[in-house]
């Protein structure tokens, strides 16, 4: 059984900074593509950005040059580092993770509240 285990979340100042991690465990095969996804209160849920294998990234046009998102292929783990935080980012941030097979995983999430 594979598990996605996110950390990192929690209230932040407004310009603040945030890293978050996902650690995938179990039968998960070759990890493909790795990402973060947000959904805020009462709005559907959207990529932050993905990192394939082989390094290259994505961002979404909202948070480059704020956010970086790195993994560690040994350890199955993504990471997001989050710096010059907004209120606007306050989000329930997923974990996701896409298997050569093409089969999908999702954390759990972890709430991120920016907020003075």
């Known amino acids: 059984q594979v598990q996605l285990v996110e950390s990192g979340g929690g209230l932040v100042q407004p310009g603040g900074s945030l890293r978050l991690a996902c650690a995938a465990s179990?039968?998960?095969?070759?990890?493909?593509?790795m990402g973060w996804y947000r959904q805020a209160a009462g709005k559907q849920r959207d990529v932050v950005a993905t990192?394939?294998?082989?390094?290259?990234?994505n961002y979404a046009d909202s948070v480059k040059g704020r956010f970086t998102i790195s993994r560690d292929n040994v350890k199955n783990t993504v990471y997001l580092q989050m710096s010059g935080l907004k209120p606007e980012d306050t989000a329930v941030y997923y974990c996701?993770?896409?298997?050569?097979?093409?089969?999908?995983?999702w954390g759990r999430g972890t709430l991120v509240t920016v907020s003075s």
């Open positions: 179990g039968s998960i095969s070759r990890v493909n593509t």
């Open positions: 990192i394939v294998r082989g390094g290259s990234t």
């Open positions: 996701n993770i896409v298997n050569a097979y093409g089969v999908t995983y």
